[in-house]
């Protein structure tokens, strides 16, 4: 097996980015404040990483529009059908993960 072209590779690298919004999408049950204590990152991280990434080829995407591709809904639905409240542990451990 040959070594993927550029342009091959770049669409590998979306077809995995698409499957791990998908991955996420099946499992609304993982809280961000989880993916923050166990990986560092989060469904808003990824947000913003697409719209740095538009920034840096000149397209223009708003943060609430990264958003609404990484979550398959407005943020502020998404919140309301999905975002349980932390726990304290929750919180304690994120704490910690910042200090």
């Known amino acids: 097996m040959s070594a993927p ?3 091959t590779a770049q669409a590998i690298e979306a077809a995995v980015f698409r499957r791990l919004v998908q991955h996420l999408d099946e499992n609304k049950d993982v809280q961000n404040i989880d993916l923050m204590n166990l990986a560092g990152f989060c ?3 990824l947000s913003k990483w697409y ?3 538009a920034e840096e080829r000149g ?3 708003d943060y609430e529009g990264a958003r609404e591709r990484v979550y398959g809904m407005p943020y ?3 919140k309301v059908r999905h975002q349980a409240e932390a ?5 304690a451990a994120f704490d910690k993960q910042r200090a």
């Open 5 to 7: 072209t550029d342009e």
């Open 43 to 45: 469904r808003n991280c």
């Open 51 to 53: 719209v740095a990434a």
């Open 59 to 61: 397209v223009d995407v």
């Open 76 to 78: 502020s639905e998404w």
């Open 87 to 91: 726990s304290s542990e929750q919180l």
